[in-house]
């Protein structure tokens, strides 16, 4: 089975704000070269969820993991996104579409959040 990644963000006005979502497909890119990762947007950018599961399904993926790069499950992760993520399925019903919870209420990314904030500090 097929599988692709799928780096889910809110995203901005300013073409900036892509860059850490965009290094994160790079690293994946890197050490796993090959799954295929495309990074899509909620909002301002492109390309939307719709567009980049699409992509990936029809470049042969055939399970489909969604990582809402967001910190954590607010409104849209729980209104918005399950509609995207039920409307992706109808139009691919042979394809597993999970999405995945938000990175930042994983305990692994919050304890290096954690380390983060801590480390300009003496001491």
């Keep these: 089975m ?3 990644i799928v780096l889910f963000a809110h995203g901005a ?10 290094r994160i497909a790079a690293m994946i890119s890197e050490s796993a070269p090959a799954l295929p990762v495309e990074t899509a947007f909620l909002e301002f950018m492109s ?3 719709d567009e980049a599961i699409d ?3 029809s470049a042969g993926a055939r399970q489909v993991r969604v990582v809402p790069v967001f910190l954590a499950e607010g409104g849209h992760l729980k209104r918005d996104v399950p ?6 399925r109808a139009r691919h019903p042979a394809c597993e579409i999970q999405l995945a919870r938000a990175v930042g209420e994983d305990e692994g990314v919050a304890r290096a959040m954690a380390a ?8």
Aim: glycine share 10%.
């Design 55 to 57: 992509r990936v399904v």
């Design 47 to 49: 390309p939307g969820l």
């Design 13 to 22: 006005r300013d073409p900036e704000w892509a860059r850490p979502v965009q």
């Design 116 to 123: 983060y904030a801590q480390s300009g500090l003496d001491g």
């Design 2 to 4: 097929k599988q692709a």
């Design 83 to 88: 509609i995207l993520i039920d409307a992706a």
